[in-house]
C-alpha cells in the first residue's frame, strides 16, 4: 500500500514546530527517523495531513552529561548511544541493549525519542529508561515538563505525552562505581524484537546486591517493573535460594499474554531463565 496524501513540513526552531503541532492538532505528526512512522504511514494505519519534521530543529541530539547526569537528546539515533564513550561508562545499560535494536541500518535512522514516543511494549529503550530511572523531557508551547519514565509509559502504544509535545531529550542518573548492568533478551533471530527481555541493574557491595532494578520487555502492555522479584533479591548475594525465589515471584509480577508464536507459559519460562542469568551477570 501506498500512503494517503499528507503535507510535509520541516521547522528549524521548536517554536514552530509548537504552531503547527497547535494548528494542526492530532491530524500533525511528528517525523524523527522514520523507521516506525513511515511503516504506519504505508500501512494508512496513521493518515496524518501533515508531517512535522524534527530534523532541522537545533538542540534536541547529542550526549552530554551535566553533574550526575546523562542527557541524551530525544532525536539521537539508536546507533550514535550504541558507540558512545559517554553511554558505555556512565549508562551501561542502553550500551548492552542498543545492539539489540533491529540491524545497523534501522539504528542509523532510528531514535531515543521515536522508541520512547512509540513505547512498543517489546523495544529495548522503554524498558532500559524504566529501569535507568531515567526522566523523559518534554516541550510544548506552553513550556517544558520533566515525566519520570516510570510514569511515562501508561498502555499499549501509549504515553504520557499530550497535545502538543514532544519529547526533547531523557535524563539519566550517571551510574555509581559499585553499580552493575546487565540487559539481556531472547529473540528468534537477531535483529529480531524481543519475545521477552530483561533491563537489570543493582549495586553489588561484597556481593550482596542493593537497589536492584529487574524491568522486563515484552511481557505486558508497557515496560514491566518485577516488584516481587526484585524484593527477593534486594540485600541477597544472588545465591541460588535468592535466584530461585525471584523466579518464583515472576510468577506474582508477569502475566504475559501469548502471541503468534509463543506462549504465556513458554514466556513466563523465558522470563525465569532471564532472571536466573541476570543475577549471575550482576555478582559475575
Ligand atoms: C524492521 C524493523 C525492526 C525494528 N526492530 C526494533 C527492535 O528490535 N527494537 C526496537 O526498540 N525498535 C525496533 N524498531 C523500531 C525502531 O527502533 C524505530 O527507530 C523506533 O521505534 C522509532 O524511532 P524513529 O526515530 O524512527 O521514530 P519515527 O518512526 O519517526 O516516529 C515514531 C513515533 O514517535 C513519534 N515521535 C518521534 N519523535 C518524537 C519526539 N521527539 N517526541 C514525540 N513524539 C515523537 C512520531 O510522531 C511517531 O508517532 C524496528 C523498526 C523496523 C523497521
Not at 92 to 103: D, E, F, M, N
Not at 116 to 125: G, R, S, V, Y
Request: aromatic share 4%.
Amino acid at each position: 500500500m501506498k500512503p494517503s496524501a499528507f503535507a510535509y513540513a520541516r521547522p528549524r526552531a521548536l517554536e514552530e514546530a509548537f504552531a503547527l503541532l497547535e494548528a494542526h492538532g492530532e491530524n500533525a505528526k511528528l517525523l524523527a527517523g522514520g523507521q516506525s512512522l513511515l511503516a504506519s504511514l504505508n500501512m494508512r494505519l496513521a493518515t496524518p495531513e501533515i508531517l512535522v519534521d524534527i530534523g532541522a530543529i537545533p538542540g534536541l541530539d547529542g550526549i552530554a552529561v551535566k553533574g550526575k547526569t546523562l542527557v541524551i537528546g530525544a532525536r539521537t539515533t539508536h546507533r550514535t548511544i550504541e558507540r558512545s564513550e559517554a553511554v558505555a561508562r556512565h549508562a551501561p545499560l542502553l550500551a548492552q541493549a542498543a545492539p539489540h535494536i533491529a540491524h545497523i541500518a534501522i539504528r542509523n535512522a532510528g531514535t531515543l525519542g521515536g522508541s520512547l514516543a512509540m513505547a512498543d511494549p517489546a523495544a529495548e529503550w522503554p524498558a532500559c529508561c524504566v529501569a535507568l530511572q531515567a526522566t523523559i523531557v518534554v516541550a510544548s508551547k506552553k513550556g517544558e515538563r520533566r515525566i519520570a519514565a516510570t510514569e511515562f509509559f501508561k498502555d499499549l502504544y501509549t504515553t504520557a505525552l499530550g497535545p502538543g509535545e514532544l519529547i526533547t531529550a531523557v535524563e539519566i542518573p550517571c551510574a555509581e562505581t559499585d553499580e552493575r548492568h546487565s540487559f539481556l533478551e531472547l529473540v528468534r533471530r537477531r535483529g529480531d524484537y524481543a519475545i521477552v527481555g530483561l533491563a537489570a541493574r543493582a549495586r553489588v557491595k561484597a556481593s550482596a546486591l542493593s537497589g536492584v532494578q529487574l524491568v522486563f520487555l515484552g511481557v505486558g502492555v508497557t515496560p514491566v517493573r518485577a516488584k516481587a522479584a526484585i524484593a527477593a533479591l534486594e540485600g541477597k548475594t544472588a545465591d541460588a535460594d535468592a535466584v530461585r525465589a525471584a523466579q518464583a515471584a515472576l510468577d506474582r509480577d508477569l502475566a504475559p499474554g501469548p502471541d503468534l508464536y509463543t506462549s504465556a507459559d513458554a514466556k513466563r519460562h523465558m522470563a525465569r531463565v532471564l532472571v536466573a542469568r541476570a543475577a549471575a551477570a550482576l555478582v559475575g
